[in-house]
Each structure stands twice: as structure tokens, then as C-alpha cells.
């Protein structure tokens, strides 16, 4: 498979059709079907369903398509890593992490770089600790902030300063809002949002079975979630109460919501986390350099 191809695939693949993905790639029509069917020929594989108006992929397309994007993504990554500017120090630096307020130590130390170095370019990509790891597997991030509980064990990490603290968010009319904190007897019985955090395969490492005190499984739970901007937007629709951590959502007075936390406290540390015996790119190995210089393990 040759790059070249992969991209007019995906091109395809965006445009839905091939008449536009030829003029995107200023190619003909004929020349582009003919790529792809030599594609198609290679793996021995129908990638396209050619429709009267729209070309969709088979399920065959779908995974080549999620492997070309990532095979194209590296080739950039790759290419960028071995080119810099007349000695200047350029770059990108690939960063992923779920939502959290200790992200803050990360852009210090980005911010810093940048004033330094202003041809170095940084990228963040939010998601869970599997979307991330799954990523820093493959080369696609350089660095992932993870929020524990999970194994790190296969990683060289540096713990970050503080740790977030869990709680309650809910719209301030709520019953609930008039109490200072939220204890497991209050959320008996209520429609939870809960962070995947919280899901079985996380809870027992995490503490949650335990601040639960074995009522876990009886947790009216309507819905879950990842990532917390879309849980609050359904806890403003009154869709019930989200379980998440402080500082994600706005809780200011001209907010509708509120954060209460639970009581006991409930936390979780975040660790950086990196692959072992990692070759970094000079934009990365300049993160790297402060980021061992600011969270030393003690």
C-alpha cells in the first residue's frame, strides 16, 4: 500500500463521493477509480459500495480507513521529527488526557516552551485512559495524563501535584443543592450521570465500592459518560445528577449548576505517562527535559 493511496482513499472516504474526491486531489475521475480498484485488487478486499449518488465503505473500508488515518498521522509525525528549520528547534508535541483541573501544571510548562521555542507547536487530544493509551500504544502521543485508578505499570510516569476531588454536580433548584456536601444515603434512589471513572471494571480500584459501602450495584444509574461538558448539558435538561470531578463545569452564580463534594472525600491522583525506553522527538524530548525538571519523584 502506498501512502499516496491511503490518502485518496480517505479522501473518498470524507467526500462520500468520488467525482468530489477527484477534484479535491485534482485528479480525474477515471484515474482515481482506478487507484482505488488496484487498492481494492491488493488486499483483496471490496473497500467502496458505489451508490447512484454516494459512495459509502464496507466494513471492510472502516477499518482500513481508521488504519490509514492512523498510518498517515504517524507518517506526518515521523516527518516532522526528523525535520527542523536550520538548526532552529521546531515541532509538535502530542498530548492526550482525560478532563481535569491538574491539567493546569501542563500548560505552565507548555506555556514556557513557547516563549522559548515559538516554532514548537503543541496538540492535545481529550479522551478516556483507554482512547489514550490506546494511542500512546501506537505512536500517535507522545505523553498521556491518566487519571487513576489504572495500571501505569508499563509506562515510565511522574505523579502530578494535587489530586481532583469527586463530587455531585446538579442544577442549584435541585433538593439536593442545599446541602454542603453529598453522603451515599442522599444519592439513594436519584437518576445518576456517571463518569465511566466510575464503572465496574474502575470502581473497586478507585474506592468507589468502598465510599459506597457495597450499595454500588444499587446506584439508580441512567446514563454514563467520558468526557463531562455533554453530562452537564443533560444535567441542566434535568436528566438527573452527574458524579464527575470538581472544576470540569462551570458552577459560577450566573450558572444554573453547582458542585457539591461527597462525604467521605473521594480523590484521584493524575500521573504523565510516557512509553518506556521512548525516542522523542527534539520538540518532545524539550517537554520532557521540564517536565522531569518540575515533577522530580522524591
Not at 143 to 154: A, C, T, Y
Request: charged letters at 30%.
Amino acid at each position: 500500500m502506498e501512502i499516496r493511496v491511503l490518502k485518496y482513499f480517505l479522501a473518498v472516504a470524507r467526500e462520500g463521493s468520488i467525482t468530489k474526491a477527484a477534484n479535491s486531489l485534482h485528479l480525474t475521475q477515471p484515474t482515481l477509480t482506478r487507484q482505488l480498484q488496484e487498492l481494492e485488487k491488493e488486499l483483496n478486499q471490496k473497500l467502496l459500495i458505489r451508490g447512484k449518488y454516494k459512495v459509502t465503505l464496507t466494513q471492510e473500508g472502516l477499518i482500513l480507513r481508521k488504519r490509514a488515518e492512523e498510518i498517515i498521522d504517524m507518517v506526518e509525525k515521523t516527518k516532522d521529527e526528523l525535520q527542523n528549520e536550520n538548526g532552529t528547534i521546531s515541532g509538535n508535541i502530542f498530548i492526550g488526557g482525560g478532563e481535569s483541573d491538574t491539567i493546569k501544571y501542563i500548560a505552565e510548562i507548555l506555556k514556557e516552551i513557547q516563549k522559548e521555542y515559538p516554532k514548537i507547536k503543541f496538540h492535545v487530544y481529550s479522551g478516556n485512559a483507554e482512547d489514550v493509551t490506546e494511542k500512546l500504544d501506537r505512536g500517535l502521543l507522545d505523553f498521556g495524563v491518566l487519571i487513576q485508578p489504572i495500571d501505569i505499570s508499563k509506562y515510565d510516569s511522574l505523579p502530578l501535584p494535587e489530586k481532583d476531588t469527586w463530587g455531585v454536580i446538579m442544577r442549584k433548584d435541585s433538593p439536593l443543592a442545599k446541602k454542603k456536601f453529598i453522603t451515599p444515603k442522599d444519592l439513594k434512589g436519584i437518576p445518576i450521570l456517571a463518569s465511566r471513572q466510575m464503572s465496574p471494571k474502575y470502581s473497586k480500584q478507585s474506592g468507589f465500592l468502598d465510599w459506597f459501602d457495597g450499595n454500588y450495584e444499587n446506584l439508580n444509574i441512567t446514563g454514563t459518560f467520558n468526557l463531562v461538558y455533554n453530562a452537564a448539558v443533560m444535567v441542566k435538561a434535568g436528566l438527573g445528577y452527574s458524579i464527575s470531578l470538581d472544576k470540569l463545569v462551570d458552577t459560577s452564580i450566573e450558572s444554573e449548576l453547582c458542585f457539591r463534594p461527597l462525604h467521605p472525600k473521594l480523590e484521584s491522583g493524575l500521573d504523565i505517562v510516557w512509553k518506556k525506553n521512548q525516542v522523542f522527538s527534539p520538540a518532545a524530548k524539550i517537554f520532557f527535559e521540564k517536565l522531569k525538571e518540575r515533577f522530580k519523584k522524591p
